[in-house]
């Protein structure tokens, strides 16, 4: 087996990752019209509130992690003479580390529930669960679970800087937590995990493929779980994989039936088998840069995508039967995002809106795929600023700074953005060192 080092699991968050700059007008262009009346409102909070969940009897949870700031505080109290010395050696931290670092997450980390615009604090009750990645061997890591009304949430301690994969669909009382060497599925009720992928592939071990990989190539390394996504419905969770690899660069894509517990490759070896996310509750769309298909993850059927001929193409999001492309011209530093519907038996897409100017992030679909959002700026060197707010059922785009009761109601870089439902939007901003968050809806909700 011949495979190329990947870099190592990166962590699931909703911060916003660069896309690109401004494209050609290929696609049919849909003239959207762009509305500016005070229609929204920004709901102010004092803490930088970072993540949402709604739970599967409709109780949210707001949860208030440590941000960057004080988790590079927590760091230097836990490494006070840094982390690595002049020649590069580690150097070990204070005396009670985990006490410690438990400790500062506890005091920084907070929960909240929602009921309209009341916000009440909710008691977290740790727990930890053991976890094995290729670097650290079996650890124990530290979740949360937050109780509200007949809903259990579970979370990481360090939600946005853990050292693993964590995905969940609260709705549907599902919670993932991933390394390159597994997945496991968290139980909120008993605070209990249980691995979900298996440890062998064609008779062989985990370790006995990663040590004859290493043995004549060891600068690479098997990557045994990669890009863990879950249906909307609940059932069906896929990965990719280089084990079963023997081309350079090649993966191929697995999937766990979460009823049975069965494990069964849905994509042969090959190059961009990148996984994009699922289109519909049993098609996963596979291939971001080129090569786009539709996997049904029942029959193994695969459709390939009518992508148009762009420059710098990328699929960015996916989502109840509609599709995002990215594009850009080289030299430019504006980007289109085009937004299609796709038929899931065909391929084939056709357009109902598309967005201009310095885009960023991943945009975000709201639950029911009706609404849009789209990180957006006009100058690069600001930044995004503004979020660009899509209804695609009416084709009306709304930017946030227009359509709000104050145009400087949410000031500064927006570095965040989610959907609580198809009305709400939680937006977080940094202005300077300052970190605040929004609640961003219409007027009357």
Do not use: C
Request: hydrophobic share 35%; proline share 4%; charged share 20%.
């Amino acid at each position: 087996m011949i495979m190329k080092k990947w870099p190592r699991i990166t962590v699931i968050a909703t911060t916003l990752i660069l896309l690109g700059v401004a494209t050609s007008q290929v696609l049919q262009a849909s003239n959207p019209t762009i509305t500016s009346e005070n229609k929204l409102v920004a709901v102010p909070y004092e803490k930088n509130v970072s993540n949402v969940m709604v739970g599967e009897n409709g109780e949210v949870l707001l949860v208030d992690s440590i941000t960057d700031e004080e988790y590079s505080e927590m760091m230097s109290i836990l490494y006070p003479n840094g982390i690595v010395d002049a020649q590069g050696q580690d150097i070990p931290g204070i005396n009670d580390f985990d006490e410690s670092r438990a400790k500062f997450v506890a005091e920084h980390m907070k929960a909240y529930s929602l009921v309209g615009e009341e916000r009440s604090e909710v008691t977290l009750t740790p727990f930890k669960i053991s976890i094995t990645d290729e670097s650290n061997g079996e650890y124990k890591s530290l979740f949360y679970r937050a109780s509200v009304g007949k809903d259990n949430f579970v979370f990481p301690s360090e939600w946005g800087n853990q050292s693993f994969g964590f995905i969940s669909i609260s709705e549907k009382n599902i919670y993932l937590a991933y390394t390159d060497m597994g997945i496991w599925r968290i139980d909120p009720e008993n605070m209990t995990a249980k691995k979900l992928s298996s440890d062998s592939y064609s008779g062989k071990s985990l370790a006995e493929i990663s040590l004859g990989i290493a043995k004549p190539h060891s600068d690479w390394y098997l990557t045994w779980i990669d890009s863990v996504n879950i249906s909307p419905d609940g059932k069906y969770v896929v990965y990719r994989t280089n084990r079963d690899s023997i081309e350079l660069n090649e993966t191929s894509v697995w999937g766990i039936d979460l009823n049975t517990g069965e494990e069964q490759q849905l994509i042969d070896p090959s190059l961009n088998n990148d996984i994009v996310g699922f289109i519909t509750d049993s098609n996963v769309v596979v291939g971001a840069l080129s090569d786009t298909r539709i996997i049904d993850v029942n029959n193994k059927t695969a459709i390939a995508v009518d992508v148009p001929n762009l420059p710098n193409l990328r699929i960015s999001s996916v989502k109840d039967g509609k599709i995002v492309i990215s594009s850009y011209d080289n030299g430019s530093s504006n980007s289109t995002a085009f937004i299609s519907s796709v038929d899931a038996s065909t391929g084939r897409i056709s357009e109902i809106s598309r967005v201009s100017g310095y885009l960023d992030g991943e945009p975000r679909f709201s639950p029911s795929g009706s609404k849009i959002a789209i990180g957006y700026g006009n100058d690069p060197m600001v930044g995004i600023d503004d979020v660009m707010i899509v209804d695609l059922s009416t084709n009306s785009q709304k930017l946030l700074s227009n359509s709000s009761q104050s145009a400087r109601a949410v000031n500064g870089n927006i570095i965040r953005f989610q959907w609580v439902n198809d009305d709400e939007v939680l937006v977080n901003a940094r202005y300077g060192s300052d970190s605040t968050s929004f609640m961003v809806k219409s007027q009357g909700e």
